[in-house]
């Protein structure tokens, strides 16, 4: 099971960091990615952690977003800075695996386990 919290309102260009706590599933087995989806919207990617902790980011977030993992908490964190109006959603973790290796897969449909997502909204 992944929870999401840490959504909210914010203004733009303001910051908001998002946690995902996992339970059920050996943390440190399982690659780890953020998605976000807004309405009428695909899902997309905002990032992923490959293997040995390398973090691959959309060239949307690159430079804003940063991802980390705890795996003594068994936690994902998504650090967003700068958000613009365009990027309120829904904001989802999701784990793929059981792996041995991860390669930072930033395909929502790699994905197996997925929270229920915490909206966040960017408005003035």
């Known amino acids: 099971q992944l929870v999401e919290s840490g959504g909210g309102l914010v203004q733009p260009g303001g910051s908001l960091r998002l946690s995902c706590a996992a339970s059920?599933?050996?943390?440190?087995?399982?690659?780890m990615g953020w998605f976000r989806q807004a309405p009428g919207k695909e899902r997309e990617a905002g990032g992923a952690?490959?293997?040995?902790?390398?973090?691959t980011y959309t060239s949307a977030v690159k430079g804003r977003f940063t991802i980390s993992q705890d795996n003594a908490k068994n936690s994902l964190y998504l650090q967003m800075n700068s958000l613009k109006p365009e990027e309120p959603a829904m904001y989802y973790c999701a784990a793929r695996g059981p792996r041995d290796y991860c390669g930072g897969s930033m395909l929502a449909r790699e994905y197996n386990y997925w929270g229920q997502g915490t909206q966040v909204t960017v408005s003035s």
């Open positions: 952690i490959g293997s040995r902790g390398i973090v």
């Open positions: 059920g599933i050996t943390f440190n087995r399982y690659c």
